[in-house]
């Protein structure tokens, strides 16, 4: 899990540049020259000032990028902002994909004099999408290279920049444009491949002790981890919050359990909605998985009529980068929303320009590009993030573009907010809606014991006494350094919590919004098909991570718009009105006075390598990772406004209806 620091990024202008020519010693591409040009601000990889160069990408290599075009933003959030506030005269009242290009999407000729460039480059397959976003072309690097006056190099891989299982790319300057395309154009995709983030943490990467402890052994447990809460218990310890016996850690959470928790009821199961999960490429037969699922969990049978896949690519011929992510999402959805329609979108995973966050950005963009009319789903999950906030400008303004349009045509776009102490993009985004985690204890009969901010501390054994590590996990969120406070969480918020770095003078946006469990030590049990010799075999781990809470909270709010004249759409105006209201379980912090049982867990060392005492909602200034963020009673930057609380939740959001 990376440590994630918030730097300031910028947003924003372009810096012209006249009489710019190229030279094969200034590390360009040789082209030639041209009258006037621009360079576009914050359209280089951040990693490529700090790592290593590893060679330059074959000249031969044909990859497919992206010119994403500038709509009427400012125009569009206004109006994108009155459809989604309780108590405006347009609540609710939403455009169709074509109605928002009309309105303010980039006009035809500006996608003309995109595309007539990029021919004149030596591009081909030359086409825009269907609602103006961007104009996709093809070239070698080459030509990419002498379009863009930059040199597509090669760079050493890292945890925290890196391709997957392709070498690391990127453009080694920002790109230069024709200075008379520089108002039509937001930024340029497919140039770089770096992942995205995935705030998901299966079993396997619970731990995170340091190299070479030598850890006491195993006290005295069954050693068997606990299908409830507290429901085995390792004895003998060195004493912690006043006593020697701590629960095992959760098995992982069944369908039932969550179900009650949050109270998801039959009444309200999503009929007649439909909720998407964005991944990257598909995972294979995930219906067959979905299937075997419901059953292993006492769920309704999944409906094939009511099942869908959306490839934006090649399917699983690439590869499924979000392996586990999908099936987490998936399930978990299906959880609170059983009688929903769900959509899974896979973008791109091949290494052709797609790979990364081209891929992502352009499956939400299918979801509001629509079919008849329509966006595809009136709640889209994303259990992704694109970097830490001083990522490129220019995927920030991408970001941001289709996420007010997406407000504008009431489709709600849920972010995962990160599965470590700061703040993340797009979850910042004002018109995201940022899911947040929590540590949740349900005890033997499904009845919520506790629920709490998900930030958890390790300690080791050694020499019979706790060595504290530092945070192993915690709930993204924080103050933004990009963006300033959205008027629904004025006078939610409280001031200390909106106050970024650097003494702005002004409120900034908080994060997350919402929150469900995350914490993979209270997490989830998920299915998933591994196949020997072809044939599948169905088995269950637990896993957590804000990757869980993102569909869990998607999930309940599809459920809720069961038989609604309109989608909730951009749902968090409404959130923040329903502040302090018994809409939400409001997720207290842990004090000295909780009951020791709610303290922390034992994870036993054939789990996590070492036995770990993993302490829950750790706040404390002297914890390696720890960013400020606090759980408190109201709003905080751990868990939002809270987690749903069953009926009432879905009876406070119907209760807005315009």
Same mark, same amino acid.
């Given at each position: ?71 009427? =933003? ?39 004099? $995109? ?6 480059? &030596? ?62 154009? #937001?930024? =340029?995709?497919?140039? @770089?491949?770096?992942? %995205? ?19 006491? %052994? ?105 392996? =586990? ?81 997406? +407000? ?26 940022? =899911? ?9 009969? @499904? ?19 706790? $060595? ?9 969120? &924080? ?14 918020? %409280? ?11 002004? %409120? ?7 929150? +469900? ?72 912090? #842990? ?33 390696? &990772? ?33």
């Amino acid at each position: 899990m990376s440590r994630l620091r918030m730097v300031v990024g910028a947003i924003g202008a372009t810096a012209a540049v006249v009489g710019m020519t190229t030279a094969g010693a200034s590390g360009l591409a040789q082209a030639s020259p041209r009258p006037a040009e621009t360079l576009l601000a914050g359209s280089a990889a951040s990693f490529t000032s700090h790592t290593r160069v590893t060679g330059d990408v074959a000249g031969s290599t044909q990859l497919t990028i992206q010119m994403w075009l500038k709509p009427n =933003v400012a125009a569009a959030a206004r109006f994108a902002t009155e459809v989604s506030t309780p108590g405006s005269p347009l609540y609710r009242h939403y455009l169709s994909p074509a109605g928002y290009t009309a309105r303010f999407g980039a006009t035809s000729s500006e996608a003309t004099k $995109v595309e007539s460039w990029l021919r004149s480059e &030596g591009f081909t397959a030359v086409h825009t999408d269907s609602q103006r976003s961007y104009v996709r072309a093809t070239a070698s690097t080459s030509k990419i290279n002498a379009a863009f006056r930059v040199r597509l190099e090669t760079y050493k891989a890292s945890k925290a920049a890196n391709a997957g299982p392709y070498a690391l790319r990127a453009n080694n300057r920002e790109v230069s444009l024709p200075a008379s395309l520089a108002s039509s154009v #937001l930024g =340029v995709t497919g140039l @770089d491949n770096a992942a %995205p983030i995935l705030p998901l943490i299966r079993q396997s990467t619970k731990p995170a002790a340091a190299t070479g402890v030598k850890s006491t %052994p195993d006290a005295s447990s069954t050693g068997a981890c606990s299908h409830y809460y507290g429901q085995h218990e390792t004895t003998g310890l060195p004493e912690q919050f006043g006593t020697t016996s701590f629960p095992t850690e959760v098995c992982g959470y069944s369908a039932d359990q969550l179900r009650a928790a949050y109270g998801a009821t039959s009444s309200s199961a999503g009929a007649g909605q439909t909720v998407a999960l964005v991944e990257l490429g598909l995972a294979k037969d995930m219906f067959l998985t979905l299937q075997d699922y419901a059953t292993a969990n006492d769920m309704p049978a999944p409906s094939s009529e009511r099942y869908a896949e959306l490839s934006l690519g090649q399917g699983t011929a690439c590869g499924d980068e979000f392996a =586990v992510e999908e099936q987490l999402d998936v399930e978990s959805s299906y959880d609170m929303a059983p009688g929903a329609n769900q959509l899974v979108v896979g973008g791109d995973s091949c290494n052709q320009g797609d790979y990364g966050l081209q891929g992502l950005f352009d499956a939400d963009t299918a979801i509001l590009n629509g079919a008849s009319g329509h966006p595809l789903a009136s709640v889209a999950s994303n259990s992704w993030e694109g970097g830490i906030e001083s990522q490129p400008a220019s995927l920030t303004n991408i970001e941001h573009a289709y996420l007010v349009r997406a +407000a504008a045509e009431g489709v709600g776009m849920y972010f995962s907010a990160g599965d470590g102490s700061g703040v993340l993009s797009p979850s910042d985004d004002p018109f995201s809606i940022a =899911v947040g985690g929590t540590t949740l204890g349900i005890g033997k009969t @499904d009845n919520r014991l506790f629920e709490t901010g998900w930030s958890t501390g390790e300690s080791f054994l050694e020499n019979n006494s706790w $060595v504290f590590e530092g945070e192993q996990g915690a709930s993204g969120g &924080g103050p933004s350094l990009l963006w300033k406070q959205p008027a629904y969480q004025k006078g939610v918020v %409280p001031s200390a919590l909106s106050k970024a770095a650097g003494n702005r003078g002004e %409120p900034v946006r908080s994060i997350p919004d919402i929150s +469900a469990d995350a914490d993979p030590f209270t997490g989830m049990a998920i299915g998933i098909l591994s196949f020997k010799k072809g044939v599948p075999r169905y088995h269950q781990f637990d896993v957590g991570g804000t990757s869980e809470a993102s569909p869990l909270v998607a999930g309940l709010v599809t459920a809720a718009q069961q038989g609604q004249p309109a989608s909730f759409g951009f749902v968090d105006p409404a959130l923040y009105q329903l502040a302090g209201s018994s809409a939400y379980y409001d997720t207290l912090p #842990l004090t000295s006075s909780s009951p020791a049982l709610w303290q922390g867990t034992v994870c036993q060392a054939k789990t996590c390598g070492i036995q770990l005492l993993t302490t829950f909602d750790d706040q404390s200034t002297s914890m390696f &990772g720890y960013t400020g963020q606090v759980t408190l009673p109201g709003y905080d930057n751990m868990s939002g406004v809270g987690t749903p609380d069953g009926p009432n939740f879905t009876t406070g959001l119907r209760s807005l209806e315009g």
